[in-house]
């Protein structure tokens, strides 16, 4: 996904009445027995359940999350393994800060954001205005032409093109902010999408959105030599009907599963992914891929491709896909294919990189024999 092109400038109507979900979207026509349906009839035990996992969450975290630091040093595991389960909702926007080292940035820059959002221009700021709408439009915080959502919205976008005019703006980075907008305040949100591009705990994203795309390149070489080592008789079948993951997995690392995934599945693996990295989008790729291994396997290219983007509601669960995410061990094959991918863009740098010259080279020389000709000449004269 290059830089915006031209999109339709329209606006969404008004909010059908079929009223909300518990996170804030209009509900679908769904059965009874979605995840959705299923969360409303919690049952009293359930629900005592939460409670004491909720009040775990607190002990941990501390007032204001003044205990965060010093228990994550004291019982890292138990932190990964309560990440796993699932944040808390009502804390989940505070933990999120927590461990993605924005809380320390928004502590270190003190007016910053303000100063961006007020005192500077950005040159993207039609363009953003242009996708506005096109963020998680079926929540009602961003429903609203011009309302609220839609200019909090607006001013991260354009407070990160100012703060980081190498990146600017970029499609897709309107769904991490729109996320992190429904969980905390436009200033923190801004630096959250600042720790998350720039790496203040885990390697910086910001190659998804640079010119090129540098770092999507490489997430989808070693995404698809995962599939081929973990599941070659589908990374076969990928290469038979000639589908690579540039045709289904992109929005995956773009938008961290943010852009058509079922909400409820984004906040888990986002919940990880701010703990453990992009790991876990791997993962999770991995996973979605392997529960539907059977009958991929079968389908034809046009098939094929629309089973890649159109995941069953049953392979979306994250209680099932999660573990088997996780069952998936990627950290240190990740680190030898990004080794591997390097290598082969300096070969391939240097391959261009002599095509170039070698015209110049002949250039140079035709230039040096025309100079000697030209001098013998003289001398003869």
């Not at 109507?13 to 009223?19: I, K, L, N």
């Not at 009602?140 to 309302?147: N, S």
């Not at 769904?175 to 969980?183: D, H």
């Not at 990880?272 to 539907?292: D, P």
């Amino acid at each position: 996904m290059d830089k915006k092109k031209a999109i339709d400038d329209s606006e969404p109507g008004p909010a059908p009445s079929r009223g909300v979900d518990r996170f804030g979207f209009i509900k679908p026509e769904q059965s009874s027995n979605s995840p959705e349906g299923i969360s409303k009839s919690r049952s009293l035990h359930e629900r005592e359940k939460e409670e004491r996992r909720i009040r775990k969450w607190r002990k941990m975290i501390g007032v204001g999350g003044s205990d965060w630091k010093h228990y994550v040093r004291r019982n890292p595991h138990v932190v990964k393994r309560r990440v796993r389960k699932g944040i808390p909702d009502c804390l989940r926007g505070l933990v999120w800060q927590l461990i993605s080292g924005s809380r320390d940035l928004l502590l270190m820059n003190p007016g910053v954001y303000e100063t961006l959002v007020i005192y500077e221009t950005s040159a993207s700021e039609l363009e953003i205005i242009r996708d506005i709408s096109r963020t998680f439009p079926s929540h009602i915080f961003f429903q609203q032409r011009h309302g609220p959502g839609q200019r909090s919205l607006y001013n991260i976008l354009k407070a990160y093109s100012v703060y980081d005019r190498d990146v600017g703006y970029v499609q897709g980075m309107g769904f991490l902010a729109g996320l992190l907008l429904l969980y905390m305040s436009e200033e923190d949100a801004f630096w959250l999408l600042v720790a998350l591009l720039k790496g203040a705990v885990h390697a910086p994203m910001e190659g998804l959105y640079q010119a090129g795309l540098p770092l999507v390149q490489q997430y989808l070489f070693q995404f698809e030599k995962l599939v081929q080592e973990h599941m070659p008789k589908l990374g076969q079948h990928f290469i038979e009907e000639m589908i690579n993951p540039s045709m289904y997995a992109s929005q995956w690392f773009i938008t961290v599963f943010s852009y058509s995934f079922p909400f409820h599945l984004t906040l888990r693996v986002w919940d990880v992914f701010l703990y453990e990295g992009i790991k876990v989008v791997f993962q999770v790729g991995l996973a979605l891929l392997r529960f539907c291994h059977d009958d991929l396997v079968k389908l034809p290219f046009e098939k094929l491709l629309h089973g890649l983007r159109n995941f069953p509601e049953e392979a979306t669960d994250p209680d099932v896909l999660l573990p088997l995410a996780f069952s998936f061990k990627v950290s240190s094959r990740l680190e030898e294919l990004q080794k591997e991918y390097q290598k082969k863009m300096e070969g391939s740098n240097e391959s261009s990189s002599n095509k170039r010259l070698q015209p110049l080279k002949s250039k140079t020389m035709a230039r040096a024999i025309s100079r000697v000709v030209s001098n013998a000449t003289l001398d003869k004269k």
